[in-house]
């Protein structure tokens, strides 16, 4: 499918749970990640370059899981110069499925499926879960293959909730953006993701070889708007900010960028204003 408008070219993590009833299915997450990627340097926001994302509905980070789990898959590419090769999920240290995917290039491409995930296979405890969509070469042109692909962070309970994986006070989500010959830039929500609420402090973490990082509410990137700017970076930072309190009631999405000028990252939570 193609689109004559690319949309912006962010590192997305889209963040809402199902509700819960007796006898009903857990709760799940919606996810998306992206990476991007402007050889002339990435202006934000309105000249964000080449980016892939992938998005999936995941079980929520808390539920008790275990054996498998069906995971919708959206991997779709904007402005992109290369073409995807494969896809794959796994944990911090088992790759648990991995498959052909070519996409691209093209200026809006989409491609879905379904994946049958095995949980079960991993030991007990909370574990990182990672999705990547690989790009093979972003930039043709040059002598070499330069690699750019997205990547996240995602904490999910097999069996229990203990013993922890890298964090320990969960939950907290990251997405991730690489490309050939520069750092991972991060950037991560370090307070639950999917409990955000005018008015409260989030935590943020933005890190890599972090030139800016901004977090916004509502940015509209493909038409060259940072909506709402809580506030903006020159480096790396850990630390809570405070979300303003005149939202407009209704869905809004928060976003956090992490970018080294050329190759950037990004988060979005999807939260609700009464």
């Known amino acids: 499918m193609r689109r004559l408008l690319a949309l912006p070219a962010t590192l997305l993590l889209l963040a809402s749970i199902a509700p819960t009833a007796v006898g009903a299915t857990p709760p799940t997450v919606t996810l998306e990640s992206q990476s991007w990627w402007r050889k002339a340097g ?5 000249q964000v370059g080449a980016h892939v994302h992938v998005k999936a509905t995941v079980p929520a980070d808390g539920t ?5 789990v069906n995971v919708p898959i959206t991997i779709t590419l904007h402005d992109a110069a290369g073409k995807t090769n494969w896809f794959r999920m796994g944990s911090e240290s088992v790759e648990l499925y991995k498959r052909d995917v070519v996409l691209g290039p093209c200026l809006d491409c989409t491609v879905s499926f379904d994946v049958a995930l095995n949980l079960g296979r991993l030991s007990t405890g909370r574990h990182e879960l990672r999705m990547s969509a690989n790009v093979v070469d972003e930039d043709p042109g040059l002598d070499g293959a330069q690699r750019m692909y997205q990547s996240t962070g995602y904490q999910v309970c097999v069996r229990s909730c203990s013993p922890t994986y890298r964090d320990a006070t ?15 830039q991060n950037a991560k929500f370090t307070t639950n993701p999917w409990d955000i609420h005018p008015g409260r402090d989030v935590g943020v973490r933005i890190s890599g070889d972090t030139t800016f990082g901004g977090l916004y509410i509502d940015p509209n990137f493909h038409a060259g708007s940072e909506g709402v700017r809580v506030r903006t970076w020159s480096g790396n930072f850990t630390g809570k900010v405070l979300l303003p309190t005149n939202v407009a009631p209704g869905l809004h999405r928060l976003v956090l960028v992490s970018s080294d000028s050329q190759s950037a990252g990004v988060i979005v939570a999807e939260f609700s204003a009464p």
């Open 170 to 184: 969960p939950p907290s989500v990251e997405g991730r953006g690489w490309y050939t010959g520069h750092d991972y």
């Open 42 to 46: 990435i202006i934000v926001p309105t």
């Open 64 to 68: 008790i899981v275990d054996g498998y």
